[in-house]
């Protein structure tokens, strides 16, 4: 086996600890001063991107791709952070990151982008990426990208991958009740969609840094305009329910007083 | 008025799991007439377990092939299904099996799909979806003109249809597996052993441990062994699922010493899971708001922090005790 194309799906989406406010723009739904949030890769995503230089490490003569969407200013600040961490070429499209997009047409988008990088090999592609994005938590790109590429193997909530010398490999799914789903599959290509997997995030390595901003630059440059929108979908509200409560604050009681009320709430 | 069919699939056992039937309901609540298709192990025997659900006929795939969760098989039978149907609108549980294989079946068949759908109307013949949006800190209504458009429903928003069963005389759907469907086998699935079992979906209340569990103590001390006993002690009497933060379950992948039972899988919020139980209880944790986004769905809260003005004190919780949750869940445990 002469190692892995390994092709990361992944994109921006607002900081967590950002406040969120929905507004209506011309293209539909947005966020409130959207393009000053600060962001970060998305979660699910990043973890893709560090099981996929694990296993690029581990598999001799692998490559790993990074393909993002969003708005080109944007991408250019998150990859001064997110190029530190491992090595990756970037594939960038200009397009919005929103959660309101519609899954269809960014699949399709990504599907593209990874279909036309050059000297692509179906035979050692795996297509890795989020299970869904802390943005539009639809979870369904993965396996449109899956299809629209004519991969038949597709994996959801994947927290393990271990590959067998032949290039077959084992995989973990994340199925209910906290249990896995164990599977093996022939080889590549497939399509897995990470949940947290079981890495650390990498620390920022300045050097890799500097090698990947190499190619980050020119990708941004030449990144092609994406029209990626709310597609077919017919938004009606969105909004932020109320949820506030009011909350009562025990300051004074004794512990056995609030033991003996947390135990009565418990059993009523 | 959209022809609708209910798409499920059966477990292991052959039986319907609790979201197919929370889907009957669901079919049964737009008031329209509607289809029934079951993929898996028995779907024609499971048909007949909800003959009596109103649906107009029933179609199974239950070749050996799709005995096993595996995303092309179940995707070209979910796909033949809808076909053979001829529905506009398809409903279907949002269970693990069908979020993997049913996006690729909706491609497949040129339909659109929307996921994680809380609710769901029709008037007029124009069906209207909600969902949330930014993990469960927006909540959109919208609708689309396409069809056929598939909509897997999040579990525990419809109740499960309860009714007689009989004879649904379901039509078998033919579908031809080519070997490049199998190239993935299942080999099984990896439960915790039944004592270290702490994810519960169906329990009535949630604990959540926070990172202040690993923290040193007033005696300036770490109580990591006590923090795991006082946990399961109380998992173990109250019947309680464990949710964790993220920071917890971060410390454990950094090489700290922590909790030993806990993982990813516990996490609850933006990244991790968003559970729906009756009751939660916070212990040790700040209550920010990417762990809180994931108490969405947990209708009453409580929660115990040293700190008065934790996330939780703003408006997050009904109750928040300012006291040591060593000392508490002692005590809790105690009574119960």
Redesign the interface.
Known sequence: MNGFQIVVCGSL??D??Q??E?VTTPQG?GLKNETMLPSVLD??SAHALYEAANLAKQASGSKVYLVSLGPKAKLQQLMMTVAQKVPFELVALDGSAS??TDA?GVAAALADAIAAIPGLDKSRLLVFGGCAS???????TM??V???LGI??????V?EIQVAEDGSF?V????????????????APAVLAW??G???EPPNNPQVGMANMRGVMPSLMKAKPTPAGVG??????????P?????????D?S??E???E??E??NN | MSKTLALLHTQADGSLPKAALETLTAAASLGQPFDVAILGAGASAAADTVQGCGAAAFHTVDDPAVAQPRYATDAAAAAALIQTSGAELVLAPGTSRFARSLPGAAHRVGAQIDTHIVALSAEGGAVRAQRWFYRQRILGAFSRAARPWLLLLDTGVFAPWQGAAGSAGAQAVSVAFPDDDRRTAVTGVQKPAADAQTIRPDAKLLFVAGAGWTKKQKDGQFHIGEAGALILDFLGKAQASLGSSKSLVDIQGDGQETLTFMSHMNQVGQTGSTPRHPKGIATCCHGEEPHAVGWRFINERRAVNLDPNCGWAQGKADVLYVADAFEVMAKVNALL
Do not use: M
Not at chain 1, 172 to 187: D, F, Q
Not at chain 1, 232 to 241: D, L, Q, S, V
């Open positions: 989406v607002p967590p600890l406040t969120l929905p739904p979660p699910w959660g309101f269809h802390a943005s539009r938590d639809a979870g369904v396996q449109i899956c299809e629209r038949r193997d597709f994996f959801a909530g927290d084992s973990l799914e994340r199925i209910e009740g906290g249990e896995y789903l164990a599977s093996t599959c022939k080889g949940a947290t079981n890495l650390p077919g979908i017919a938004y009606e509200t969105t909004e932020i329910p949820q506030k409560r009011q909350t009562r604050i025990v300051k009681a512990t056995d609030i033991a003996k947390i135990v709430w418990i």
